[in-house]
């Protein structure tokens, strides 16, 4: 692929968290080949009282666009159960976000990129340190781990046991400086 993009996608879920989940990463994985993912982690509800998410982020190549990327993840999140009519601080089956496109600034086809949830919520920043630590995020520059490392709000989460395909996904095995080992978690549809 030698026009693919570099994108990373947020994935979460509150309900039947686990079953969403796999169904999110088969359908990626059998669309756009190999996977980079994060380990899986479990935080409350930010903005409304609910059952707590399970999150990940997940790196991908392609060579759609903005707007071809984001209509497939909106099927698939509708496939899964997803009700875009829903209150926005409320379950979800399964929320797919567009993180980072290459080093897009702005909005394409209504995505706003990169995604402001990246430096706000601990449950986007935290995965996406993890697997994509010394990426440069596209607007303040700073890579993913200085930017986890500065992140100062109060928000709580832990890694959770997850395994996919047969295969432990989460925990990630991580050195102290953040950075990935080279045990990556990545895997592809031809691996299962």
Request: glycine share 6%.
């Amino acid at each position: 692929m030698s026009n693919a993009a570099r994108v990373y996608i947020s994935i979460g879920s509150n309900i039947e968290r686990e079953r969403h989940i796999h169904a999110a990463l088969n359908a990626l994985a059998e669309h756009y080949g190999r996977l980079t993912v994060s380990s899986v982690y479990e935080s409350e509800a930010v903005g409304f009282d609910g059952e707590h998410f399970l999150n990940l982020v997940v790196g991908l190549q392609t060579e759609e666009s903005v707007s071809t990327l984001s209509r497939f993840l909106k099927a698939l999140e509708a496939e899964n159960g997803r009700h875009h009519d829903a209150p926005k601080f409320s379950a979800r089956t399964l929320d797919l976000d567009i993180l980072t496109y290459d080093d897009r600034v702005g909005v394409f086809d209504g995505v706003e990129l990169p995604r402001s949830e990246i430096l706000t919520n601990a449950f986007v920043l935290c995965p996406l340190a993890e697997i994509a630590p010394v990426d440069q995020h596209p607007v303040n520059g700073q890579n993913y781990t200085e930017l986890w490392s500065q992140y100062a709000r109060d928000q709580k989460l832990w890694v959770v046991p997850f395994s996919w395909r047969g295969e432990v996904i989460s925990p990630r095995a991580i050195h102290s400086s953040g950075d990935s080992s080279d045990d990556s978690s990545e895997v592809s549809a031809a691996d299962a």
